[in-house]
């Protein structure tokens, strides 16, 4: 452990957890974040493979939302609002006049505290106050990082409500297999198993509502094709959100959710969820940041696979919801394995 910076006048503070396979993880408690996350390249060397900062200053003053735990809500909620048991909860409007990530008051934006830590895993852990981030319902929540024997990062969510409410976490990993400053990532490959998407109204990024086939349209990932393929092709939906920034349906009949390999590291990511939706977000607006190491990240130079309930499910009777009741748990995993 080591100190990280100041949040306020709190100490924020690195943490270390290790594989026995060689994968490496730094996190720090500022929005229960992933910091680091070293793998080992086809030539043996030691590769970053997350975007992020060298101090919890930087998270705090920027809102790309590198390696956080994002949460109650991941994503959007149109028009910053929903009705729960007839009631009409207001959010705040942080994205156009949607929520987008909970808003400033997101547990993104939290320090959360270290409940256990060994070798490999360790868990974060906070009390969200009802109404705090304007969601209903005192709810305690637990993320536990774990690096795997078989060389993957496992991340495992608890949470219990006193109160009806929206839970629906994410972390939004920004990832770059050829390394976190290692420019665009036009040429990795990419596979999505899903045979559908959720196409977006405009470019406030609310979806439709539809299903929609990816048959014939950019968003087919089922068979292997680079990200730069078409992403410029001029499609509506790509239009849009300056690139990918969509929910993809998972065919969850298939062994993992989606595969992404580095063209020049020759690394390969393993997503498994499950979870019924996954965003794919091509980093389209992180031009000018400046990362760890002073690492000058560019537009796209990144992806993100965030897995979550779709995008303002509570207003889409068609969506599964992300209600949480009082007296269930909520109790999600989702794992990056990497090999080469």
């Not at 730094?26 to 060298?54: F, I, P, R, S």
């Given at each position: 452990m080591k100190e990280f910076g100041k949040v306020g006048t709190e100490t924020a503070h690195l943490y270390e957890i290790k594989g026995k396979n060689g994968i490496r993880a730094e996190l720090t408690e500022y929005g229960a974040t992933l910091v680091q996350l070293l793998v080992n390249d086809k030539n043996g060397h030691e590769v970053d493979v997350v975007c992020g900062y060298d101090c919890v200053e930087d998270y705090v003053k920027n809102?790309?939302?590198f390696g956080a735990t994002v949460g109650r809500n991941?994503?959007?909620?149109?028009?910053?609002?929903?009705?729960?048991?007839?009631?009409?909860?207001?959010?705040?409007?942080?994205?156009?006049?949607?929520?987008l990530h909970s808003g400033k008051n997101g547990l993104s934006d939290r320090m959360w505290s270290v409940k256990s830590q060994c070798e490999n895993a360790i868990t974060f852990a906070i009390r969200d106050e009802a109404y705090s981030d304007d969601f209903p319902g005192n709810l305690e929540v637990e993320v536990t990082y774990t690096l795997t024997d078989d060389n993957a990062l496992e991340i495992h969510y608890h949470a219990i409500t006193d109160e009806d409410t929206i839970c629906n976490f994410t972390n939004h990993s920004y990832f770059n297999l050829n390394g976190h400053d290692a420019g665009l990532v036009y040429d990795h490959e990419l596979i999505i198993n899903a045979n559908e998407y959720t196409p977006?109204?405009?470019?406030?990024?609310?979806?439709?509502?539809?299903?929609?086939?990816?048959?014939?349209?950019?968003?087919?990932?089922?068979?292997p094709k680079t990200i730069g393929a078409e992403i410029e092709s001029g499609d509506q939906q790509l239009v849009y959100v300056n690139g990918y920034d969509h929910n993809y349906v998972i065919d969850q009949s298939k062994d993992y959710v989606a595969r992404v390999t580095g063209d020049k590291s020759g690394i390969v990511m393993e997503m498994k969820t499950d979870l019924p939706g996954v965003q794919l977000y091509t980093a389209n607006f992180i031009g000018g940041q400046i990362g760890?190491?002073?690492?000058?990240?560019?537009?796209?130079?990144?992806?993100?696979?965030?897995?979550?309930?779709?995008?303002?499910?509570?207003?889409?009777?068609?969506?599964?919801?992300?209600?949480l009741r009082k007296g269930e748990v909520y109790d999600t995993t989702t794992s990056y394995r990497f090999f080469v």
């Amino acid at each position: 452990m080591k100190e990280f910076g100041k949040v306020g006048t709190e100490t924020a503070h690195l943490y270390e957890i290790k594989g026995k396979n060689g994968i490496r993880a730094e996190l720090t408690e500022y929005g229960a974040t992933l910091v680091q996350l070293l793998v080992n390249d086809k030539n043996g060397h030691e590769v970053d493979v997350v975007c992020g900062y060298d101090c919890v200053e930087d998270y705090v003053k920027n809102t790309c939302y590198f390696g956080a735990t994002v949460g109650r809500n991941a994503n959007r909620i149109a028009n910053a609002k929903f009705t729960l048991n007839g009631k009409t909860i207001e959010l705040e409007q942080n994205d156009n006049e949607n929520n987008l990530h909970s808003g400033k008051n997101g547990l993104s934006d939290r320090m959360w505290s270290v409940k256990s830590q060994c070798e490999n895993a360790i868990t974060f852990a906070i009390r969200d106050e009802a109404y705090s981030d304007d969601f209903p319902g005192n709810l305690e929540v637990e993320v536990t990082y774990t690096l795997t024997d078989d060389n993957a990062l496992e991340i495992h969510y608890h949470a219990i409500t006193d109160e009806d409410t929206i839970c629906n976490f994410t972390n939004h990993s920004y990832f770059n297999l050829n390394g976190h400053d290692a420019g665009l990532v036009y040429d990795h490959e990419l596979i999505i198993n899903a045979n559908e998407y959720t196409p977006d109204i405009d470019s406030k990024a609310i979806p439709t509502g539809e299903l929609c086939d990816v048959t014939g349209t950019p968003f087919d990932f089922r068979k292997p094709k680079t990200i730069g393929a078409e992403i410029e092709s001029g499609d509506q939906q790509l239009v849009y959100v300056n690139g990918y920034d969509h929910n993809y349906v998972i065919d969850q009949s298939k062994d993992y959710v989606a595969r992404v390999t580095g063209d020049k590291s020759g690394i390969v990511m393993e997503m498994k969820t499950d979870l019924p939706g996954v965003q794919l977000y091509t980093a389209n607006f992180i031009g000018g940041q400046i990362g760890k190491g002073g690492a000058q990240y560019v537009k796209r130079g990144a992806l993100c696979l965030e897995s979550q309930y779709f995008p303002n499910n509570i207003n889409q009777e068609n969506f599964e919801s992300a209600i949480l009741r009082k007296g269930e748990v909520y109790d999600t995993t989702t794992s990056y394995r990497f090999f080469v």
